[in-house]
């Protein structure tokens, strides 16, 4: 049998032969409608995911997640369910074990008129989710396909969750990481590096709320003194919330949507405020929500008036400790000599990544192809990385099977 470095040369040079169907398959995989809320086409995507990974010997099982609740336009708790998770799983009765993810919703709903892909040049590729994360899809399943294939990884095993909710914060598959993060030494996700090839450490809490402002309605020519209007008080408690924002603190809040209103004739009696919050301290997190809360109590006091605030942090502020110095120095050792060192950089973006260092996993979370406007018609990838990052993959997977490198 061939030696450990003959079949890694193999599963190298295997890789970069089918540069030019990863490529293709990118295309497709992009061109395959799957927003957040669209259940159907995130089912056609899994049906093609399960698919192509069956062609490389590879199952995809199919995980059932619970229900998401959010608040409809009429301020209501509304439950629904959308697609599986998916799972595929190789000796999980090894003694170490390396859990790998990444999301195949994207943030283009069906009703998006970015739907088709267009080559910028001889590497770039614009497209919806070319980047974010279709491109990581591939790599990751690419990777495992030549890892599988050339017999590199006998010594460990490894679970690999594709999950269709993540660009929503994840309300669906947070407790399908939860349970998998103890079951695993580390990971590796596969959300895209930066556009300069930078590569993410640290990152910024996220979290995501609602208010909920329900006043009374009443002719504004008539009787306008017995309506209560929804929309004059939450302009207010957005304000209020607006004053939140703290540069010093490195505390953001974006409010990003108003709902509420009808005829011009009557006072509104709904109006719907919901906005983003982004904190770098783990310690801002429940200061944050006590401020919050606190300026909704008293909005809630106004006579008339009902005032409910949903949601929370779903993804708690990552930071770098020694467990995740020693993956990124395995990614750097992955590397091919040629390349340039790795530069690690802190972000405001929260990835699945977030949740799974805080249940207890070590990860590096971008090792997707570097390319840049995410969540933007002109996002693109540079398809000249694809391979380089899946062959990275390759070599820091063998290398944690062989006990060599900085994870041992």
């Not at 294939?149 to 460990?156: P, S």
């Not at 429940?286 to 909704?296: C, S």
């Amino acid at each position: 049998m061939n030696s450990s470095a003959d079949r890694l040369n193999d599963a190298c040079r295997w890789l970069e032969s089918q540069k030019s169907v990863i490529t293709q398959q990118l295309v497709q995989w992009a061109e395959i409608a799957s927003g957040s809320h669209d259940t159907e086409g995130l089912q056609q995507m899994a049906d093609r995911l399960r698919s192509d990974w069956q062609q490389h010997g590879l199952i995809l099982q199919p995980t059932s997640l619970p229900s998401i609740e959010e608040i409809d336009s009429h301020g209501d708790i509304l439950c629904w369910k959308t697609v599986d998770a998916l799972v595929a799983r190789q000796r999980p009765e090894a003694a170490r074990r390396v859990l790998l993810a990444i999301h195949f919703d994207t943030v283009y709903e069906r009703e998006s008129s970015f739907r088709k892909c267009q080559w910028l040049d001889a590497d770039r590729l614009r497209g919806p989710g070319v980047v974010d994360a279709k491109g990581g899809l591939l790599v990751m399943m690419w990777a495992l396909a030549a890892i599988e294939k050339f017999d590199l990884a006998a010594e460990i095993g490894w679970t690999a969750i594709l999950n269709p909710d993540e660009e929503i914060g994840s309300p669906a598959s947070a407790s399908l990481f939860q349970q998998q993060a103890g079951l695993h030494d580390f990971g590796l996700l596969f959300e895209p590096c930066l556009p300069d090839g930078a590569m993410v450490s640290q990152r910024k809490g996220s979290g995501n709320f609602t208010i909920v402002v329900r006043g009374r309605s009443a002719h504004s020519g008539r009787d306008p003194e017995n309506g209560r209007n929804a929309i004059v008080l939450l302009s207010q408690v957005i304000g209020e919330v607006d004053r939140l924002n703290d540069p010093q603190a490195d505390t953001t809040v974006n409010v990003g949507r108003i709902e509420g209103g009808g005829p011009l004739n009557r006072v509104p009696d709904l109006a719907i405020g919901r906005l983003n919050v982004r904190v770098s301290d783990a310690s801002a997190l429940a200061d944050f929500e006590n401020r919050l809360g606190q300026i909704v109590d008293q909005a809630n006091e106004r006579e008339g008036f009902e005032v409910r605030l949903h949601g929370g942090f779903h993804a708690p502020p990552k930071s770098v400790d020694d467990r995740t110095r020693k993956i990124q120095r395995a990614v750097e050792a992955s590397l091919d000599t040629a390349a340039a060192a790795i530069r690690w950089q802190s972000t405001g973006g929260a990835c699945d990544g977030s949740k799974l260092a805080f249940y207890g996993l070590p990860n590096v979370d971008t090792l997707g192809p570097r390319g840049g406007n995410l969540h933007n018609p002109e996002e693109w990838v540079d398809t000249a990385s694809l391979v380089p990052k899946a062959t990275s993959i390759v070599r820091l997977m063998t290398d944690y099977s062989r006990g060599v490198g900085p994870l041992v």
